[in-house]
């Protein structure tokens, strides 16, 4: 059974940067989307990026000049950095798998695999 | 426009059937996928796909879809189903939305 496993500093100070791993076990990295997603307190699900295991990416347009993932399939991981942070940022970070599944004339996609979280808070 | 839109409270008596909708665009050409979040815990894939359950999801919960509204019903539902429901699907750009989310509440 496949399980992710974030980690990385629960505090970070404003204008730095944001840095976490998550941990893929129990499974390979290596098909599969592998997202990032954010819920600061009291607030709702934000998408923040996926990254292929070969390591096509795509990100939040509006976090986009911000963000940076990547992926280290050797050590089946992958990670987020994100930049120039402020209080706005402060939130539970989530890493989760994304699948692909095909129909008629396409595909669809679900995140059916999900890390724990991690609270992370921007403060001095 | 590229987001999804979700009521922000709805309510069903125990044991009766409650709908949870999903409006947006981006539902006109892919599926979307729900997930509930209780508090404290991590969201949990609930539907997905044409109407698809992942092992361990009850078989009250159930999937649908009409031009750009998603649904997720919940058939009798129970106690331990109040919670936080979001949508989710990718637009054509690749990139994926959430909905706002739809608080449930078991009465």
């Known amino acids: 059974q496949v399980q992710l496993q974030e980690s990385g500093p629960g505090l970070v100070k404003p204008s730095e940067t944001l840095s976490l791993t998550c941990t893929v076990s129990?499974?390979?990295?290596?098909?599969?989307?592998w997202s990032w997603i954010r819920q600061p307190p009291g607030k709702g699900l934000e998408w923040i990026g996926y990254?292929?295991?070969?390591?096509?990416?795509n990100y939040n347009p509006s976090l986009k000049s911000r963000v940076t993932i990547s992926v280290d399939t050797s050590k089946n991981q992958f990670s987020l950095k994100l930049s120039s942070v402020t209080a706005a940022d402060t939130a539970v970070y989530y890493c989760?798998?994304?699948?692909?599944?095909?129909?008629?004339?396409?595909?669809?996609?679900?995140?059916?695999?999900w890390g724990k979280g991690t609270t992370v808070t921007v403060s001095s | 426009s590229s987001e999804l839109t979700q009521d922000p409270a709805v309510s069903v008596a125990l044991g009766q059937t409650v709908r949870i909708t999903c409006q947006g665009d981006s539902l006109r050409s892919y599926y979307a996928s729900w997930y509930q979040q209780k508090p404290g815990q991590a969201p949990v894939l609930v539907i997905y796909?044409?109407?698809n359950r992942p092992s361990g999801i009850p078989d009250r919960f159930s999937g649908s879809s009409s031009g750009n509204t998603a649904s997720l019903t919940i058939t009798g539902a129970q106690a331990e189903d109040e919670a936080d429901y979001y949508c989710n699907s990718r637009d054509s750009s690749g990139n994926h939305l959430f909905g706002g989310g739809t608080k449930l509440t078991v009465l």
């Open positions: 129990g499974g390979s990295i290596s098909s599969y989307y």
């Open positions: 796909g044409k109407n």
């Open positions: 990254i292929y295991y070969s390591g096509s990416t």
């Open positions: 989760a798998r994304e699948a692909k599944g095909a129909v008629a004339g396409g595909y669809y996609y679900y995140m059916d695999v």
